[in-house]
């Protein structure tokens, strides 16, 4: 797989996140969201794993 970083580096630099990330991370948010998590727990913990807010928040607003 990829790395968190490498990830956050073709996002930044205006490439498409992969397909297999975007549906993963766009489950994470789904699932955690329907359990009751906030939009700021997900974002914290996802941007503590290496996930660039700005990924994150894309897929917080959908």
Known sequence: GHKP??????????????KGYEEQIRKYVTYYLDKGKSPAEIRKT??????????VDRFLIE
């Open 46 to 55: 996802l941007t503590k794993q290496g996930w660039s807010k700005k990924i």
């Open 5 to 18: 970083e490498d990830i956050n580096n073709v996002f930044e630099t205006g490439e498409a996140l992969p």
